[in-house]
C-alpha cells in the first residue's frame, strides 16, 4: 500500500515537468501512468483463479506467485520507466538502462518450488541455454544472462 502511495506522490510531482502525454488509466488489466517523456508505469492487476493441474507451487520472479489444489493466486511485477526513449532507465521485471544506441538489461531470476517444477527437465539438470539453471527435485532456479545491445 505503501509502494502506491509514493508513486502516486510522485506521479503527481512529476505531473507539472512531464512533456505532452499524460495519463492515468486503472482497468481490468492494471495501472498504466504515463508522463512522457519522464515517467512510465505499467503494474498489471493481481489474479485470482480456479486451476487444476497443479498440487502446490510457489514462484518468485516476473511473477509471484502460490497454487494449492484449486486455487492459484498471484501478481506480476510491474515496470517503471524514467527517462525519454533514447536515454532512460528501467526498474522492475525488466531492470536496465539505455543511453542512445547502448543498452543493458537484466530480467529478473526465477525461482519456482513445488511438484510441478520437474515437468521436462526431469529430476536433476543443470543448463547454460539462456543463463544457469538448476532443477533438482521440487525446485527450479533460473539466472537469465544479461542483454547487451539494442
Known sequence: ????????????????????????????????????????????????????????????????????????????????TIGPEKVHVQVGKTTGVKVGPLSVKQTLPSLSVGTDVNDKSGLFDIGLKDGPQITLPFIKLFIPWPKFGE
Do not use: W
Open 1 to 80: 500500500m505503501k509502494v502506491v502511495l509514493y508513486t502516486a506522490l510522485i506521479t503527481l510531482s512529476l505531473s507539472s515537468f512531464a512533456g505532452e502525454k499524460k495519463s492515468l488509466t486503472v482497468s481490468g488489466e492494471g495501472v498504466n501512468v504515463k508522463l512522457t517523456p519522464v515517467v512510465t508505469l505499467k503494474q498489471p492487476m493481481p489474479t485470482a483463479g480456479v486451476q487444476r493441474t497443479t498440487p502446490l507451487r510457489v514462484d518468485v520472479g516476473g511473477r509471484t506467485g502460490v497454487a494449492v489444489p484449486l486455487v492459484e493466486a498471484g501478481i506480476d511485477i510491474g515496470q517503471l
